[in-house]
């Protein structure tokens, strides 16, 4: 009978909450806690509180089975004392071996070293990962799949909170390869004509044009927004003017390092001396950039702390990748050596989410995005080969070849870090390349 890391492998099972690694990797190790992540924290999206209320037992169903392969001693239940619904969900299933853990409602409470530091009071090494702690972290979208391979059924849906300028906000199961613009349709299309969709959320989304953008297993929302929003100007400026800005008017006040979340937990990030590696040149500068490499991306520095309202955030983005392009990338252990304690006023910097709300003008959007059992299925799916960290899969399957739901279409590579990819509804492969487009048979549905 297959393992537990065959099962989910073969069901195409990545981490749900954040790049997509491959979770039949994370889970190849032994460990003393494992953790489940539901203190989701972008302000609008609602998918794993919708999950926790609505699927409390299959979510600890995962759990359990992870933590039995990892030979756990223990596990975590991660979630948002404010979200009394979920609390109340799962609780009626945890067994005596996990605790629920309560979260303060802190933009960014899920980040993954968060949740660790404040459930456990153990740090991630810089640079390292949670089993080097002995710890396991999953997303709750994550234990559901899981679950579900277990039971059989292969990932061909993704949760996603639809909300922000659209007619019905909603949260529901669309199926993976749908387009943006089909899933738009779900939520009653746009309410207004200029706008533009942020993709995972207001604060680490990035902005997408294109509406023909899929979902993936890796999705967890978008909002709209219209255009003129200050958020929306915000998100769309380019590396260039972001640039220009920061070279000329930051006073390296260095607020944006004094709340940023790592440097706060006391990793080697420091915001401000790479904006201020804009401003010099040669040796000096070089050695600037190194303080960049431990941003987790979270966009406090840009859109909270900055009083001239400059982007710390993506210097640091495009630092990162030029640092990784002209070889400077330091390895765990120099990134450990940069560390220090956490900071003594940390537990005093938290965002208060409301209060994030309102700084990005969001706080009209109060109303939740409600769950919405059943969509109505596209006409077509086009489903990327890649969607997560890894090798591309084998496409196995042949133009004009009738599929159904589940069956594979690309294997994993193998001896690689590749997962398959799966047909995410019935019907006919129309074309084959970096995307799978599948259309539905007239008459079905
Ligand atoms: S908060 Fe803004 S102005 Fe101050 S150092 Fe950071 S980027 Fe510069
Ligand atoms: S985005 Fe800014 S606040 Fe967040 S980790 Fe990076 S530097 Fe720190």
Same mark, same amino acid.
């Given at each position: 009978m297959p393992n537990l890391i065959e099962i989910i492998k073969n069901a195409g099972v990545v981490g749900a909450g954040g790049a997509g690694f491959p979770t039949y990797q994370k889970i190849n190790t032994e460990v003393e806690i494992v953790i489940a992540n539901g203190a989701e924290c972008e302000p609008l999206l609602y998918k794993d509180v919708t999950l926790m209320e609505n699927y409390p037992q299959?979510? #600890?169903?995962?759990?359990?089975?992870?933590?039995?392969?990892?030979? /756990?001693?223990?596990? *975590? =239940? /991660? #979630?948002?004392? %404010?979200? %009394? %619904? +979920?609390?109340e969900a799962i609780s009626n299933w945890l067994?005596?071996? *996990?605790?629920?853990f309560e979260m303060e409602d802190v933009y960014p409470a899920g980040d993954e070293y968060e949740v660790v530091y404040h459930s456990t009071g153990r740090r991630i090494p810089a640079g390292g990962l949670p089993f080097e702690i002995g710890v396991v972290v999953q997303n709750v979208e994550t234990f559901y799949n899981i679950e579900q391979a277990a039971q059989g059924n292969v990932v061909t849906h993704s949760i996603l909170s639809v909300h922000g300028d659209v007619k019905?906000?909603?949260?529901?199961? =669309?199926?993976?390869?749908? +387009?943006?613009?089909? #899933?738009?349709?779900? /939520?009653?299309? /746009?309410?207004?004509?200029? =706008?533009i969709l942020i993709d995972g959320g207001p604060m680490m989304g990035k902005v997408v044009s294109d509406l023909s953008t899929p979902v993936t297993r890796t999705s967890?929302?978008? *909002?709209?927004?219209? %255009?003129?929003t200050h958020l929306a100007v915000r998100k769309s400026q380019n590396e260039k003017s972001f640039k220009r800005v920061g070279k000329s008017a930051c006073d390296q006040c260095s607020l944006c390092t004094e709340m940023c979340p790592r440097y706060l937990m006391g990793y080697p990030i420091k915001p401000h001396l790479v904006m201020r590696s804009l401003l010099t040149t040669g040796e000096y500068s070089k050695t600037l950039t190194y303080w960049a490499q431990a941003c987790c991306e979270c966009n406090i520095c840009s859109l909270w702390a900055c009083p001239e309202e400059l982007d710390p955030r993506n210097i640091? #983005? &495009?630092?990162?990748?030029? &640092?990784?392009?002209?070889?400077?990338w330091l390895s765990a252990e120099q990134l450990q050596e940069m560390s220090t304690e956490v900071h003594p006023l940390k537990e005093y910097r938290g965002v208060p989410t409301k209060r994030l709300v309102r700084k990005l003008g969001l706080q009209n959007y109060t109303k939740k995005a409600p769950f919405q059992k059943h969509i109505k299925e596209p006409e077509k799916v086009s489903i990327p080969l890649q969607q997560h960290i890894g090798t591309l899969p084998d496409i196995i399957v042949k133009q004009g070849q009738k599929v159904k739901k589940g069956q594979v279409l690309a294997e994993a590579k193998k001896d690689a870090l590749s997962m398959p990819i799966h047909a995410s509804m019935d019907g006919i492969i129309v074309s084959l390349g970096e995307r799978i487009t599948i259309n539905r048979e007239q008459g079905s549905n």
């Open positions: 299959e979510i #600890v169903n995962g759990m359990l089975r992870v933590m039995e392969h990892v030979k /756990a001693k223990r596990g *975590i =239940f /991660a #979630v948002k004392g %404010k979200n %009394k %619904k +979920s609390i067994p005596q071996n *996990i605790t629920l019905n906000p909603l949260t529901a199961w =669309f199926p993976i390869g749908m +387009s943006y613009a089909d #899933v738009l349709k779900e /939520a009653g299309g /746009a309410t207004i004509d200029d =706008f967890g929302g978008f *909002i709209v927004l219209s %255009k003129e640091c #983005v &495009t630092t990162k990748r030029d &640092t990784k392009e002209n070889n400077m």
